[in-house]
């Protein structure tokens, strides 16, 4: 099943791209997508078991079943406001 | 209520604008400004980015939660995205109460959440280089 990944912010900068789909097994879970992550851009994370990780706009745990066609956005830590 | 991540200048009237006015008895708002000292270091300006689409889902969550008290008739916020300079409006929120006290208090408390989980990040640059707030060592 593909999962289309989305960096935003500083992980957006490392990684170089703001998108990037990413074919998975039947069945994965975000900690899955996540270790497809990192194998592909090892510089995305020190600490990828912290990884926030929002699923289809939701925030989710990386036990959370995907399925195909989901958007998985990697959220650094907000600063939003002032 | 008007809930918007927009790249355009904040008006404060358009958004006090927006509120109901059938009931209340006060309005509270705040705005948050770029400052332009952090630490020991001057800001040139703010860039900020933002999760568009879960972003307003996030701000639209928070005025769903705080107008579900008492005494609160209504709730609009606005956060501006993109480059900001030294003293421009980031973020608005106003907000239509019956009494004054509850509306300072959830004023507060719509700001406190909208730092805690609405998806927009501020990268601050100065004259010798620049930080995304918050994020490093992430």
């Known amino acids: 099943m593909?999962?289309?990944?989305?960096?935003?912010?500083?992980?957006?900068e490392r990684v170089g791209q703001s998108t990037v789909d990413f074919d998975l097994a039947e069945g994965a879970t975000v900690a899955d997508l996540v270790a497809s992550v990192m194998q592909a851009y090892p510089g995305l994370s020190p600490d990828p078991a912290k990884l926030v990780v929002a699923v289809n706009r939701e925030y989710a745990?990386?036990?959370?079943?995907l399925r195909d066609g989901d958007e998985a956005a990697f959220i650094p830590p907000v600063s939003g406001g002032v | 209520m008007l809930v918007r991540v927009t790249e355009d200048e904040i008006r404060p009237e358009v958004v006090i604008d927006s509120l109901e006015r059938s009931i209340h008895g006060a309005v509270t708002t705040f705005m948050g400004t770029v400052r332009?000292?952090?630490?020991?270091?001057?800001?040139?300006?703010?860039?900020?980015e933002a999760y568009p689409e879960m972003a307003e889902a996030k701000l639209q969550q928070i005025v769903d939660e705080?107008?579900?008290r008492d005494e609160i008739e209504d709730i609009s916020v606005v956060h501006r995205i993109g480059r900001l300079s030294v003293g421009e409006t980031s973020l608005i929120v106003a907000v239509a109460s019956l009494?004054?006290?509850?509306g300072f208090e959830t004023c507060?408390?719509?700001?406190?959440r909208i730092k805690e989980i609405v998806p927009v990040?501020?990268?601050?640059?100065?004259?010798?280089?620049?930080?995304?707030?918050?994020?490093?060592g992430a």
Not at chain 1, 61 to 65: L, R
């Open chain 1, 2 to 12: 593909k999962v289309q990944a989305r960096f935003f912010a500083l992980y957006r």
């Open chain 1, 61 to 65: 745990e990386h036990t959370e079943p």
């Open chain 2, 36 to 48: 332009k000292y952090t630490d020991d270091r001057t800001v040139e300006y703010l860039d900020y």
């Open chain 2, 66 to 68: 705080l107008k579900s």
């Open chain 2, 99 to 102: 009494h004054r006290r509850l």
């Open chain 2, 108 to 112: 507060l408390d719509a700001v406190e």
């Open chain 2, 121 to 136: 990040w501020k990268k601050e640059v100065w004259a010798e280089g620049e930080v995304w707030v918050r994020s490093e």
